[in-house]
C-alpha cells in the first residue's frame, strides 16, 4: 500500500495531516518547494476542505509557511531560525531538567533511564540501527523530562517547537558516530539528575543542546 495513500475509515483531516507532514519529514516535498491545495485535493481525492485544514495546522507547526499572498511553501531552515529554535530549547529543557531532577519520583527517574537502555541496545546491535528508531527515542527522551517538570507553561513552549525539533534531530543525527555521541551526551544527563544534582542537569542539558546547535550549523553551511 502506498504510506501516503489516504484510507476511508479515518477522517479525512487526519489522514492528509499526517501524510502532508510525513512526506514533508521524508523530503518529498523539499524544503522552499511550493504546493497547492487543488493539487492535493486531486492527489488524495478528497475536497479542498480537509486540505485546507490540514494545511492550517502544519503552518501553526511551523511546517508550511504561507504568505501575504496566500502562497505555501515548504518550511525551508534558515541559519537564523535554528539558532532561535535552539536558543529556546535551551533555557526551556535546561530548566525542564532541574525540575524533574528535583520533583520526579524514582519510577519516573526509571522510565527515563529505561529509554537510555532500550537506544544503547539498539546502538550495541551489529546492524546500523533504523534512523527514525532511534530519533523517537532520543525525542521521548527529552519528551519525558519536560513532562516530568510538572511545569504546563514550559511544556506548552516547548510542544509549539515541537514538529520543527523533530525535523531539524533527523538532520542533527547525521555524522559519524553521531548516534553515540547523542547518547553519551544524554547519559551523562540523566546520570546528574539520577544523583539529584539539579544545577549540574540543568547545566550539562543546556550544554547537549548547544552541541547540537552547532552540529547543525555545520551541516547547514
Given at each position: 500500500m502506498n504510506i501516503y495513500s489516504v484510507e476511508k475509515p479515518m477522517p479525512?483531516?487526519?489522514?492528509?495531516?499526517?501524510?502532508?507532514?510525513?512526506m514533508i519529514i521524508e523530503g518529498v516535498f523539499q524544503p522552499?518547494?511550493?504546493?497547492?491545495?487543488?493539487?492535493?485535493?486531486?492527489?488524495f481525492n478528497v475536497?479542498?476542505?480537509?486540505?485546507?485544514?490540514?494545511v492550517r495546522a502544519l503552518e501553526k507547526e511551523g511546517l508550511l509557511i504561507i504568505d501575504e499572498k496566500s502562497r505555501i511553501t515548504v518550511y525551508?531552515?534558515?541559519?537564523?531560525?535554528?539558532?532561535?529554535?535552539?536558543?529556546?530549547?535551551?533555557?526551556?529543557?535546561?530548566?525542564?531538567?532541574?525540575?524533574?531532577?528535583?520533583?520526579?519520583?524514582?519510577?519516573?527517574?526509571?522510565?527515563?533511564?529505561?529509554?537510555?537502555?532500550?537506544t544503547r541496545k539498539l546502538l550495541e546491535q551489529g546492524e546500523e540501527p533504523n534512523k527514525e528508531t532511534i530519533i523517537s527515542l532520543n525525542s521521548r527522551f527529552h519528551d519525558l523530562i519536560v513532562q516530568y517538570s510538572r511545569n504546563s507553561r514550559l511544556q506548552?513552549?516547548?510542544?509549539?517547537?515541537?514538529?520543527?525539533?523533530?525535523?531539524?534531530?533527523?538532520?542533527?543525527?547525521q555524522g559519524e558516530n553521531r548516534k553515540w555521541d547523542i547518547f553519551n551526551e544524554h547519559q551523562v544527563i540523566f546520570d546528574c539528575m539520577k544523583q539529584r544534582?539539579?544545577?549540574?542537569a540543568g547545566s550539562v542539558m543546556a550544554n547537549h543542546i548547544s552541541n547540537d546547535l552547532n552540529h547543525l550549523k555545520e551541516l547547514l553551511k
Open positions: 479525512y483531516y487526519d489522514q492528509l495531516y499526517n501524510s502532508i507532514k510525513q522552499g518547494e511550493r504546493i497547492y491545495e487543488a493539487q492535493l485535493a486531486r492527489e475536497s479542498r476542505s480537509p486540505v485546507r485544514e490540514a525551508k531552515p534558515t541559519m537564523k531560525d535554528v539558532e532561535d529554535i535552539y536558543q529556546c530549547r535551551m533555557v526551556l529543557e535546561s530548566l525542564a531538567a532541574k525540575l524533574t531532577t528535583t520533583l520526579a519520583t524514582n519510577q519516573e527517574l526509571s522510565e527515563i533511564e529505561s529509554t537510555l537502555s532500550e506548552k513552549q516547548l510542544q509549539d517547537l515541537r514538529s520543527l525539533t523533530y525535523y531539524y534531530m533527523l538532520i542533527n543525527i544534582d539539579a544545577e549540574k
